[in-house]
C-alpha cells in the first residue's frame, strides 16, 4: 500500500469513527424514555426525539445511497405527494419504536457498505442541491452528515434534558460536570444574575 493510499484509509477511519459517535449518540438519547415522550413535541414546531432518530435514518439513506447509485431500496416518507411535509419528523402511532430504530439499523449497515465500497474522492450527485455544488465526493458528504447529525444530536440533547435533566454522549460519558443539583440552580442563578444585569448597561 502507498503512502497515499494508507493516508487516505486513515481518513476515511477518522471520519466514520466521528460519525459512527454521532449516530449512536442520537440513538441513545431514546433509551429509559416511555413511547409517549420518545414522540412527543417538544418545541413550536414539533422536534421530538423519535423524529429526530427517522429523519436522520432516511436522509443517510439518500446521502450514502442513491446521490452514489447505490440506492437503499425502500420508499422515503416525502413520496407520499402532498401529505409528505415533514412525515420524517414524527411517527405515528402504529409506527414502534423498534419499527424505527430498525430502519436506522438498516440505513447505517447500507451506509457502512458504501463507505467501505467507494474512495473518499468517489463522485456522486445530489440532485436537490443547487446545480452549482451539486456534483460532489464521499470525502463531502461524510463531512456533511457528520455535520448534520451532530446538529440532529444536538437537539436530541437540549429535547432530553427538559424531559429528565439526562444529559451526555452516552450512559459513560455525562459530558458535562459533575455536581448536585443545588450546584446547577446556584449556577443557573448566576447565569440569570449576569443576563439581568446586562439590561441596565444595553
Not at 432516511?58 to 440506492?71: E, H, K, T
Not at 416518507?77 to 401529505?83: A, I, K, Q, T, V
Not at 419528523?89 to 449497515?109: D, F, G, K, N
Not at 436537490?128 to 463531502?140: A, C, G
Amino acid at each position: 500500500m502507498s503512502d497515499d493510499e494508507a493516508a487516505a484509509n486513515a481518513a476515511k477511519e477518522t471520519l466514520k469513527r466521528y460519525l459512527v459517535s454521532a449516530r449512536e449518540a442520537l440513538a441513545w438519547k431514546l433509551d429509559g424514555l416511555s413511547a409517549y415522550d420518545r414522540r412527543r413535541p417538544l418545541t413550536p414546531t414539533g422536534t421530538n426525539l423519535l423524529g429526530l432518530v427517522k429523519h436522520v435514518a432516511y436522509v443517510s439513506a439518500g446521502y450514502l445511497g442513491d446521490i452514489f447509485d447505490r440506492p437503499f431500496g425502500e420508499p422515503y416518507p416525502w413520496d407520499d405527494g402532498d401529505e409528505a411535509d415533514n412525515l420524517d419528523m414524527w411517527v405515528p402511532a402504529e409506527e414502534p419504536t423498534e419499527q424505527i430504530l430498525a430502519l436506522y439499523r438498516r440505513v447505517w449497515e447500507h451506509a457502512d457498505a458504501t463507505i467501505e465500497a467507494l474512495d473518499l474522492d468517489a463522485p456522486g450527485v445530489v440532485p436537490w442541491w443547487p446545480e452549482e455544488r451539486r456534483n460532489v465526493t464521499l470525502h463531502q458528504i461524510l463531512v456533511h452528515l457528520i455535520a448534520e447529525i451532530n446538529r440532529h444530536t444536538g437537539h436530541a440533547d437540549i429535547l432530553r434534558e427538559q424531559l429528565d435533566a439526562s444529559t451526555g454522549m452516552n450512559a459513560r460519558n455525562s459530558n458535562v460536570p459533575e455536581h448536585d443539583a443545588d450546584w446547577w440552580k446556584r449556577y443557573n442563578a448566576r447565569i440569570e444574575e449576569a443576563a439581568k444585569a446586562i439590561q441596565t448597561r444595553e
